[in-house]
């Protein structure tokens, strides 16, 4: 009887732990997506004001 009650825990722990792992993929892939694309943006920008600055050297 002891037996079965801890492994009801165990698979119980487990169980618990793989659904909030489950649950937190999405949350931190959104966080690093969302680091990514301002890093991108970031990087546009510096582009983009480089282009800017020689297109107003050749006029």
């Known amino acids: 009887m002891f037996d079965f009650v801890s492994s ?3 698979f119980g722990s ?3 732990g793989v659904l909030l792992i ?3 993929i999405p949350v931190f ?3 690093i ?3 990514r694309l301002r890093f991108v943006t970031f ?3 510096r582009y983009r004001i480089r282009i800017i600055v ?3 050297r050749f006029r």
């Open 22 to 24: 489950l649950v937190n």
């Open 29 to 31: 892939s959104v966080i």
């Open 33 to 35: 997506i969302h680091k």
């Open 14 to 16: 487990i169980a618990i």
């Open 43 to 45: 990087y546009l920008q």
């Open 54 to 56: 020689n297109n107003r």
């Open 8 to 10: 009801i825990r165990v």
